[in-house]
């Protein structure tokens, strides 16, 4: 009797289960099931983010007042508007349609983008908060881009890994940019309103 309770036991184990423990989230039926499906997925992912991002980019530079930081929003606009079409190119490269999926984390960021705006004064604290809002941005395209790159290189897309190389280099030029405006001037100047 035990040897038959040690079988059932060891069927009920191998069993795929119906329902999930607590806290364990149960898949949606369009769920990925495979690498594939999950690089597929990312990018439709980041596609619609690059898009949202062109339309919020001129806002950030028009309520910046430093012609640096202008300056470096604008340039990386017209980076993001070529990140749209390389995305293009990388659907194309897999045979597949460019289509974009709502991304929630992007659509907060910008939404954080837009409340520093708010609750910032005209000038340099405005400006500091832009770029605080804009490298959290930055950061997310970051590791979006790098895992991106890597599951098509481990996929064997070559052309995919190299566009999305590409962006991934930009995108941390962008970062860097904007640390160094922050850094040699707006920070110590926001700081400087601190003591006026």
Known sequence: METKNKKQTTTKKAAPKQTTKAGVT???SNAASGLTELFEDG?????WAEKALTKALPLMAKNATSAELIDAITNHLTETEEHVTRLEQVF??????????KCDAM?????EGKSILEETEVGVVRDAGIIAASQKIEHYEIATYGT?????????????????ELTLD????????LTEVAVNAINVEAAEEDEA
């Open 107 to 111: 659509e907060g960021l910008i939404e």
């Open 148 to 164: 991106l790159r890597q599951f098509a290189e481990t996929l064997g897309l070559t052309e995919a890994a190299s566009l999305l």
């Open 170 to 177: 930009e995108e941390k030029g962008a970062d860097k940019l």
């Open 43 to 47: 990018l439709k992912d980041i596609y």
């Open 92 to 101: 194309a490269s897999i045979g597949k349609k460019a289509t974009a999926k």
């Open 26 to 28: 149960k898949p949606k």
